[in-house]
């Protein structure tokens, strides 16, 4: 996401976690 981290999924996309 938004966050660039690496471990992105579809389900998070754009958000991220943190």
């Not at 996401?1 to 943190?18: I, L, Q, T, V």
């Amino acid at each position: 996401g938004m966050n660039g981290k690496d471990k992105e999924r579809p389900n998070n996309s754009s958000a991220g976690d943190c």
